[in-house]
């Protein structure tokens, strides 16, 4: 399903700013408020966001203020206001930005259920209410998902997609490629209170609201201690004060009544300033602090460290709870965390499940127990950590706990592709930051991994990615820039000799496909004997919107994988599809849950690395159809011929520039 218009149901703060967020991505928008007044509300938000980012665009692009003028004026006329549904009807998604009340948004999903075209999904920005209740209200609730933006919506990156009991694969499928396309970083999850990082994130809070309230500690110095820990951009309270002390209030209730006293602690001073109109930022800036100064009694000294300790532990708990569930993924809960709530490793902030492995498992299980004997059973440790840890997963210092992490032989510490031996089986590790871009660094780096694995005498390379939150992300887009003919065609020849040599050799390869593969990234592992897919993974070969081709075999390797049409269907489209559609089509051998993945694939690869060399060698020859060299010849000619286009340089040019590129099919 494609989205070429766009609309947003409520036109309120959070409406407008969904609005501006398309329209800034150049899709047309329209916006609607529920109660038929009008939407300059919305617009004069959008506006004063937009007008907002205007230093930003001037300091980041390297634009005149001239420029940023035009693009804020441009993106203001994309939105379009109407006090009815007229123009509904040619809508392709839309988004409901309606309050917090069952009944409304039910009211609401009637109605679009009866004025968008069959083919529009419905989806709604609730912070946690039941997908499945609302899709109950329409005909199509297999095309309704939950599509949760975090405040301010035109600033944070994170958007929760989430699935409601009739959701239809290809719902999320297309919900996860419209996301990317209002460069959003999207994340799955299945339906329950407070969907991933609000019941994650609350939960850890809560310890800060119960012991503010029972010692009666002072704000200002939990702000201060708790702060100074690193363990989030900035101290809880003021966190509160600039997300709304409503909208915390609203999660925090809901979760208290969904899982229990114990686990959701709702702090009541919160609830009387909320009571009294005192909202944060919202109200002026008058929540727990107004002009600076702390608004609720406490004067006692808070204890640091053992709050931070109570806070990092609880939010573990939590985050073990989610994944024990099913609700979601290991990349999905600290991507979440790190995109919705702040937790940027390279501040060193670090989400929980990454934490803990770095931490070492068996540490934080100790710790756990210590706290759960002090405090009670909120801190019981959950099950999927004490499985871990019996298994002797570790984490960081035992190479897998939540995450794989790579132990590099000596001499490939510090290359982009880091080679480990286990035995008979090798570990090729990608490990170019940040996504794993290929570059002729690391076209260079596999070949001597490769090498060195033969020398070895290893029999089988698992192709892993030594980043938690991506496989590759494809070819070096900005080193295409510095590119001339040469060299463009001698990254060719490499990475297709590279890859042609994995498929004739007597060494089995598995790919374990953790998240993001697109463009040379799905390329590579296609070239692998073997795809093991995580739950997280998605592929793509997103090359025709940058005005190219793929180069690295994907019109060739593709079609022999899923099959012609559905080969055709990626590589004009650009499209993403899941780990799951990519085993249903036949691109993946299997899927798994995220923190299986490396065991997944090591079992095939010792599977294959105990076959006979000889035979393998041979099998692997004769299943590799002679035309495909063939197949490759045209598909090097014809990007030859793409990569010289002034489309192919407006393609990239528009990609680095983050616009949308104009086709003149030159």
Known sequence: MFVFKAAVVGAGTMGGEIAQVIAAAGIPVLLKDVDQRSVDVGLDRAREVTTAQQARLVEKERITQDQADAAVAEIVGRITGTTSYDGFGDADFVIEAVPERMEIKQAVFAELDAVTPGHAILASNTSSLSITEIGDATLRPDKVCGFHFFYPASIMPLL?????DETAPETITAAINFAQAIRKQPITCAEVPGFVVNRILTSALSEVFRAQEERGLSIRSIDEGVGARN?????PFTLIDQLGLDTVLHVSEHLQASYGDERFYVHQGMKRLVADGRLGAKAGGDGFYKDGEPQLPGDAEADADELAELYTLKLLVEACLVLEEGVAQTRAIDLGLMAGAGMDPRRGILPPLMKADIEGLDTVLERLEAAAERHGPRFEPPAILRRLVAQGRLGQKAGQGFFPWPRPDEGFGDATVQLETRGDVAIAWLSNP???AISPQVIEDLQRAWSAAEAAGVRAVVLA???????SA??????FTTFDEASGAKLLRDMTAFMRGMERSGIATVAAVNAVAYGGGCELAMACDVRVAAHSAL????????GIIPG???????????GTAKALEMNLTGDAITGEEAYEFGLANAVVPDHELLDTALAWARKLAGQAPLAVRHVKEVSANADLDAGLAAEAAGFAAVFASADAKEGISAFLGKRRPQWRGE
Request: hydrophobic residues 45%; negative net charge.
């Open 160 to 164: 929760e997609i989430v699935e409601g």
């Open 231 to 235: 363990l989030a951009p900035m101290g």
């Open 434 to 436: 940040m996504t794993n």
């Open 465 to 471: 990615s030594g980043n938690p939150l991506v496989f």
């Open 474 to 479: 494809g070819a070096d887009i900005k080193a």
């Open 539 to 546: 592929f793509a070969q997103p090359e025709v919107n940058l």
């Open 552 to 562: 690295f075999g994907g019109t060739q390797r593709l079609p022999r994988l899923v």
